[in-house]
């Protein structure tokens, strides 16, 4: 199938027009690899810390902005499997801001009734942080105008090993044959099997790497990159990803 979508002659200026670009072209799921935190801090002579907590500042900004455009979806890529082998220190500090951001955001979040779900090897966290994530997740479960999903601990390669082991497990038990297993069946497998794959990939920072991020999910999604680093990403920014995006003709394997 072919998706045609009709390009707009300017970047839209304003949020219904965001909303209509955002139907007509249907976008129902963003996904960003929010990199650049430590560079950021680097250009301007601070420590790195200081890049990841205005890291935070542009994942609020960005929960905000999808909330404004009526997109239902949105997963970021907040720390990934490869990141343990940074130093102590940053790793340290990167699971203290994980929880810390958690508990206080997550009130705010539930009152604007945002869903969050961590995705990833959360057995692997420590127990503090596993309880963090519980209970945020247990808040924020019937919340419906945007899921948000927060990859912590996530690899796209363990991921769909994790879904290979539970299928067969479940062959094993008798609950499916292996007759049974498809696309659709994998897909029920993966953390994301609640919502559907992404339709756009931002990726921040200016790299052209998937970094081994939701490998399953992106067959068919559009890659939009930018140079501008993530703690500088705000609302205008997403705006014109997605009229970018607007501009695409969407295949899905044909053609």
């Known amino acids: 199938m072919l998706l045609k979508i009709k390009s707009p002659n300017t970047t839209p200026s304003n949020d219904a027009e965001i909303i209509n670009l955002a139907k007509e072209c249907k976008l129902q799921h963003i996904a960003i690899i929010m990199d650049g935190n430590r560079r950021w801090a680097k250009q301007k002579n601070l420590p790195s810390v200081a890049g990841h907590n205005q890291g935070v ?16 979806n949105l997963t970021v890529y907040a720390f990934s499997t ?49 309880e963090i994530i519980k209970k945020s997740e247990e808040k924020t479960a019937n919340n419906k105008s945007l899921n948000l999903q ?23 038990s008798n609950k499916i044959s292996s007759d049974d297993i498809s696309e659709d ?7 994301t099997n609640y919502i559907p794959d992404p339709d756009l990939i931002i990726r921040t920072g200016g790299e052209y790497r998937i970094s081994n991020y939701l490998l399953w999910q992106i067959a068919y999604s559009e890659f939009y990159i930018t140079k ?20 695409r003709n969407r295949r899905f394997g044909k053609d």
């Open 82 to 130: 490869e990141n343990w082998k940074r130093s102590q220190k940053e790793v340290e500090f990167l699971m203290f801001l994980l929880g810390e951001t958690l508990k206080n955001e997550t009130q705010e979040l539930h009152e604007n009734d945002v869903r969050i779900r961590i995705i990833g090897d959360t057995q692997k966290l420590s127990p503090s942080l596993q």
């Open 228 to 247: 501008m680093l993530w703690p500088d990403f705000d609302k205008e920014a997403l705006r014109l990803a997605i009229s970018d995006f607007a501009k």
């Open 150 to 172: 927060i990859a912590i601990n996530y690899g796209g390669r363990a991921e769909i090993v994790n879904a290979i082991k539970q299928i067969t497990k479940d062959i094993a």
């Open 185 to 191: 069946l994998v897909s029920k497998y993966l953390y």
């Open 57 to 72: 500042v542009a994942l609020k900004n960005t929960v905000r902005a999808m909330k404004d455009f009526k997109i239902q």
